[in-house]
């Protein structure tokens, strides 16, 4: 189902025929880039018990609700003084937005699949203030597959540092997962295609590396930690980075396989000495890279740590190790 024309697309609380989902060419997302937006992974566990899983689909939509907050969107943030317009905010809670994953995936009735909500303001002005626009939910569904090619979780991907960098502090919230971001996950994506790779690791302003145009990133040591343990070094939050659901995930297993986890300030050229390096994401879940700049990373192939990390995280997945952390939505199909 998806772009095809076929399935179903939940708008507004309605599922509707998928070439019957639009919006209005003066809504305000179309002009300022006015939305918030997951990515959600199912999977369909044929190698196991034949089960269809979302992965941590409550944790992504307190996300999604947590960058409309920054953005006004959400009820909670009562005005301050009395409006002479009309404030218009979310209307549906987060459990209301998890069934709306929940009816869409079952509409379209594919057990593999990927989700994407998005909360985005509407049609009613054109200025830049976005709060006399209504706030408009959609949810939509596809099967897609590996975001970085299907050989990407065994051979790793060939990557250069991109031209663009990330945003400054306190002039668009990283932390909040916008369209708008997203125009600058574009400059990083399209400067390293055009030059012949596969991905771009974007530097903050301060010269540090930061992320992938759409991954988190970790660095990799063997034996640099405490007690030789293997050192997984993963930029902090506050170098314009995303809060990653995968990123967290990593961090938690990481640390339950005793692995020695630091959150510091990555320099550039630390990329080109480390023993291994991957990206994380719910569309790349966790890909090596085998080369940064043409310069190989360690073995220039997929290391241990990042195919021990790759197992625990799909074991999790595929049920073959328990889910203590209730990171699993299991969805029936009739």
């Known amino acids: 189902m998806g772009f095809d024309g076929s399935g179903k697309i939940w708008m507004n609380g309605e599922l509707v025929d998928w070439n019957d989902a639009t919006l209005h060419v003066g809504?305000?997302?179309?002009?300022?880039?006015?939305?918030?937006?997951?990515?959600?992974?199912?999977?369909?566990?044929?190698?196991?018990?034949g089960k269809s899983v979302v992965f941590r689909l409550k944790d992504h939509i307190e996300r999604l609700y947590n960058s409309a907050k920054i953005y006004r969107m959400t009820p909670d943030e009562a005005p301050l003084r009395?409006?002479?317009?009309?404030?218009?905010?979310?209307?549906?809670?987060?459990?209301?937005?998890?069934?709306?994953?929940?009816?869409?995936?079952?509409?379209?009735?594919?057990?593999?699949?990927?989700?994407?909500?998005v909360v985005y303001r509407g049609y009613a002005s054109l200025g830049v203030d976005p709060r006399p626009c209504p706030v408009d939910l959609t949810v939509m569904t596809w099967r897609w597959g590996k975001y970085l090619g299907p050989e990407a979780l065994e051979q790793g991907v060939d990557v250069c540092v991109s031209n663009w960098n990330r945003f400054a502090p306190n002039t668009l919230p990283a932390l909040a997962k916008t369209g708008a971001n997203y125009m600058n996950s574009q400059l990083i994506k399209m400067d390293a295609l055009e030059n012949g790779y596969v991905e771009g690791i974007a530097l903050s302003t301060n010269g540090f590396v930061s992320e992938g145009s759409?991954?988190?990133?970790?660095?990799?040591?063997?034996?640099?930690?405490?007690?030789?343990?293997?050192?997984?070094?993963?930029?902090?939050?506050?170098?314009?980075?995303?809060?990653?659901?995968?990123?967290?995930?990593?961090?938690?297993?990481?640390?339950?396989?005793?692995?020695?986890?630091?959150?510091?300030?990555?320099?550039?050229?630390?990329?080109?000495?480390?023993?291994?390096?991957?990206?994380?994401?719910?569309?790349?879940?966790?890909?090596?890279?085998?080369?940064?700049?043409?310069?190989?990373?360690?073995?220039?192939?997929?290391?241990?740590?990042?195919?021990?990390?790759?197992?625990?995280?799909?074991?999790?997945?595929?049920?073959?190790?328990?889910?203590?952390?209730?990171?699993?939505?299991?969805?029936?199909?009739?």
């Open 27 to 49: 809504a305000h997302v179309v002009h300022y880039g006015t939305s918030v937006f997951e990515g959600i992974r199912m999977y369909h566990r044929e190698s196991t018990d």
């Open 82 to 117: 009395e409006r002479k317009i009309k404030d218009r905010r979310l209307t549906y809670s987060v459990d209301e937005m998890i069934q709306a994953c929940i009816d869409t995936l079952q509409a379209n009735g594919d057990k593999d699949a990927y989700i994407r909500p």
């Open 214 to 334: 759409g991954e988190n990133l970790f660095v990799v040591f063997h034996g640099k930690g405490k007690g030789g343990k293997d050192q997984l070094i993963t930029t902090p939050l506050g170098s314009s980075v995303l809060p990653g659901i995968t990123r967290h995930t990593i961090l938690t297993l990481a640390a339950e396989m005793g692995l020695e986890i630091v959150e510091q300030i990555i320099p550039r050229e630390m990329l080109y000495i480390a023993d291994e390096v991957f990206f994380t994401g719910t569309a790349s879940e966790v890909t090596p890279i085998r080369s940064i700049d043409q310069i190989k990373v360690g073995e220039g192939k997929r290391g241990p740590v990042a195919k021990m990390m790759q197992e625990a995280y799909f074991d999790v997945i595929d049920g073959r190790k328990p889910d203590p952390a209730n990171w699993l939505t299991f969805v029936d199909f009739d």
